[in-house]
């Protein structure tokens, strides 16, 4: 009865110090805080209104904002529309 008690004591006391000065591995995708970097974010494009991951898409400033585009030819018939709007 000794023997299980203190094998068991002996696990616990071993996690504790385990978990204290053993840290997991850092990735290079960590960010400063910790949060892993999402690099394939699903955005809308303001045009054709389709979901795409925003890594593979084309970005334009428009008026100072900037919007991110599923292709170039929606990229450009976005700027057609927002000049008709203004002009």
Do not use: W
């Amino acid at each position: 009865m000794r023997l299980i008690i203190l094998t068991i004591l002996g696990y616990v006391v071993y996690r504790l110090i385990k978990g204290f000065f053993i840290r997991p591995p850092v990735s290079g995708r960590e960010g400063k805080r910790g949060n892993p970097e999402i690099d394939n974010v699903m955005i809308k494009d303001p045009y054709c209104q389709a979901y795409f991951p925003q890594r593979d898409g084309v970005s334009a400033i428009v008026d100072g904002a900037e919007y991110h585009f599923c292709s170039t030819e929606c990229r450009d018939r976005f700027i057609e529309q927002e000049k008709e709007k203004r002009g």
